[in-house]
């Protein structure tokens, strides 16, 4: 397998997480317009371990991001697998951010009663 073709397979890949990501967060849109936000809410919101993983997720999406940035720009030859992977990793950081933010709203969304 050459290079080329890896290539085409990690783009396929960051594509479909891109996809994935956009579900998410159209998903997390409706629950959030669904949601009571009471005073329960906010504290779960505000717990120290969610706020951790968040503050987590978003420091290790801008490390891959600069340290992809900065090795592009050094114009490193023969050195393409390695920036694609650096954004396969951070698009999947991206995706696991929007993940947890989709388990954590879930169970506050009101049920909608289908007009029957």
Known sequence: MNEYTVYKYMEFFIFSIYLIFIYLLVQIWFL????????????????????????????LFSSFFIIHEFFEGLNIPNSILFFEFLDVISIFILFLFAYNWYIVLKPFAKKKNPGI
């Open 32 to 59: 959030w317009k669904d949601i009571e936000k009471n005073d329960f809410f906010l504290k779960s919101l505000a717990k120290e371990s969610f706020f951790r993983k968040n503050c987590v997720y978003v420091f």
